[in-house]
């Protein structure tokens, strides 16, 4: 434990300040023999058109493989990669890090990954910034989790103009496509947001039978709302029609939501939509619109709203920036699922004993951490004997949505150790 001796209990309040007044001194380390900075808007816009190419073979693969990835509940667990027949343009590395539980780009062990955790734990965002940046120009060359643990701290603490900065370079450097800007709702915004999530999984047709399901979602007074849409193969005008009212009610409603597998839903629908042809009628594409805005992809959804405006007559909507939303990849376990706070600090008793009550009579412990910013060395220490207790009890434990600084410092004190809990992070 001496590598972790100079960490010592804050104020929340001052930290957080401080973390934040850091990040406007630090100065960019992308220099002459670094990732490039591009410098024109055009050749930015080059690059996305490039990488919003790319995303769309991937697409493609994904869409072909989703049943096998998603469906087959052992894949999860398994130390499987993915099938050889995955293009060569894409590394076998990241993809399975997308995939499979407690797996990473790199190592645990790296020494950069392990700072850069344990800082932004300790409060010190600032610091952890400037020492993840600098190893972008070495170590981040070949590896991409410094790259995605930037971006969920920029995420986190609301740096958006940090983020863009370093999305172009990832994108033109992997030659992939960039991540969208999704920020965390600030924690003093959400205050209570801990508890039992509402969640639905609806597949592998979207029509008529989905009413009642999302009846009970709408009707529930759960903090978060979790739609799982990634298993759906084939949708009717009726399907599309109930989800999109559901969505927008959400959506209007302010509803903290979180909607899993959108980019399989939209390539489903995006076979059925022509340009003039007004055959599906408006639902599908106004489903494909609602996905494209709740999944924050403003350029595609601006060329979409033509094509409908084109094909219907009618003015086109307008896109907006959604604050309560945010998109995660689709699972293969549904149910309700217990909501981690923005902020998890200390040694956490209250949210302890809260996961004590969720876990009576389940077999299966969902703990969804796609609200939480950021967790402590003490309090990531409590949960950890917590949990353990569970799985001696032959529960499994999942965190899921695991932002990645978060999941580097989960990984660095030995929660994969645990035979019965696993780690998901997110996916970019």
Known sequence: MGLFSFLKKKSDTPADEEASDSFLAVDTRLRAGEPSRLASEAERERQRAIARATAAKIDEIELEMSSAIFDDEPAWGSAARRPAAAPASVPDLALAADELPDAAAVPATAPVVEEGAILYANGQAGAADSLLRDSLADFGRRERLPWWMLFDLYQATGQETRFESIAIDYASHFETSPPAWQPLPLAHDLPQLTGVAAAESF????DGGIAARLQRLLAAKAPLVRVDVGAVRSADAEGCTLLLKA????????????????????ATLRPMLAVGE??????????LLELLLLSNREKDFEESAMDYCVTFEVSPPSFETLTHVSTAAPAPVAGDRFLLPPLALGDCAALLTAIDAYAEGREVLVLDCSRLARMDYACATALQGRLRLHTQQRRRVELRELN????????LLGYTHDGGIRLYPHRY
């Open 247 to 266: 969505l927008q009610t959400l959506r209007k409603e302010g509803r903290e939501l979180v909607l899993a597998g959108a980019d399989t839903l939209m």
């Open 278 to 287: 007004r055959t599906p009628g408006e639902a599908p594409w106004l489903l």
């Open 404 to 411: 990645h600084m978060v999941a580097a410092l989960l990984r």
């Open 203 to 206: 597949g592998p047709v979207l």
